[in-house]
């Protein structure tokens, strides 16, 4: 077993029904920009009714339909926000605990000590995260918040920290594919290939998720020397 292999990210996610939300994070096979790709799937119809909006340096997700909203507490949240040389992506609200907190000088982990799965046993969705540095090395961790039983009775943190390496990327989905209830993402983030083209990266993504559930992916390359920023963003229901 070659435990340094690693997998394009369509190849992982390619005939799998349903890998909830993801988040993929690393640096392009260049050495020259960071990556970070954050998509969701939906299977209700209250999930479905979602888009990413971009404001500035955040992308908001927003009701398609604001008539049709059931329940807004797990679907509407912001889950790319950039602060000073961090980029925080999350699957829920706990982006802005880590907003708040990294802004007040505390850590990644700190924030996440006060969270955990969300509250919609028996699934018990986990809450996964992810952080980038932007530092003389570009640095990035990865966080998933599970359950420890099936009754949600305590919740399990695992946090993963990498230095980021040409070619390399890493990761974590919710599900590790549809059931009842939904059965979560088990063991390390997975190891993927980041291309240089962006283009290519959302697309190997995009057209690997399942048609039916799919809703909407956001993709963003941060140059490392300039800061420059090229962004990605497709809406299934816009």
Known sequence: MNVYKTENIGTLINGNPYVGRGIAAGMTEDGKKAAVAYFIMGRSENSRNRIFVENGDEVIIHPYDASKVEDPSLIIYSPIRKLGDKLIATNGDQTD?????????????????????????????????????????????????????????????????????????????????????????????????????????????????NEQNKIAIYVRFTDLETGAVENRMINKYN
């Open 97 to 209: 605990t880590i907003y708040d907190f990294v802004k007040e000088g505390k850590s990644f982990e700190d924030a996440l000590e006060t969270r955990c799965f969300e509250p919609d046993g028996p699934n018990w969705t986990p809450r996964i995260s992810a952080m980038l540095t932007f530092g003389e090395k570009l640095t990035y961790k990865m966080s998933i918040l599970k359950s420890a039983d099936a009754e949600g009775t305590e919740c399990s943190r695992y946090t993963f920290s990498y230095t980021a390496l040409p070619g390399l990327g890493h990761f974590i989905h919710t599900y590790v594919t549809d059931g009842s209830p939904i059965p979560t993402f088990q063991g390390e983030p997975e190891r993927i290939t980041v291309p240089n083209d962006i283009d290519e990266f959302t697309n190997d993504i995009w057209s690997n998720l």
